[in-house]
């Protein structure tokens, strides 16, 4: 079993930054992508960006390439988004998720993903 964990989320003013962070545990020998997805309310789920294992290769929505950077730790377990440049029309419940099996790939499709997180709160206020 696998657990995610995000952490980072809160209220920020737009044009403020925050990072987030989702830690990974238990079936962790086994190589695996992760991504960040998130959904506002009355929105559907939206891809925000995905990692590879080794972190070679990196996907973004196209709302957010050039302010949001997605990063992994060393010991890839934990994955990074740095966000940058908020806008209002990022709120929404962030959540994190793992594809297991997958070393060289990133999906962007949610279906792909085995095992998610409860997510964090992301508000940006105008």
């Known amino acids: 079993q696998v657990q995610l964990v995000e952490s980072g989320g809160g209220l920020v003013q737009a044009g403020g930054s925050l990072r987030l962070s989702c830690a990974a545990s238990?079936?962790?020998?086994?190589?695996?992508?992760m991504a960040w997805f998130r959904q506002a309310p009355g929105k559907e789920r939206e891809f925000v960006a995905s990692?590879?294992?080794?972190?070679?290769?990196?996907n973004y929505a196209a709302s957010v390439k050039g302010r949001f950077t997605i990063s992994r730790s060393a010991n890839r377990s934990t994955m990074y988004l740095q966000m940058n440049s908020l806008k209002p029309e990022d709120t929404a419940a962030y959540c994190c998720?793992?594809?297991?099996?997958?070393?060289?790939?990133?999906?962007?499709?949610?279906?792909?993903?085995?095992?998610w997180g409860q997510g964090t709160q992301v508000t940006v206020s105008s």
């Open positions: 998720a793992a594809d297991y099996g997958r070393t060289y790939y990133a999906p962007d499709n949610a279906n792909e993903y085995d095992y």
């Open positions: 238990g079936r962790t020998s086994v190589t695996y992508a």
């Open positions: 990692i590879s294992y080794s972190g070679s290769n990196i």
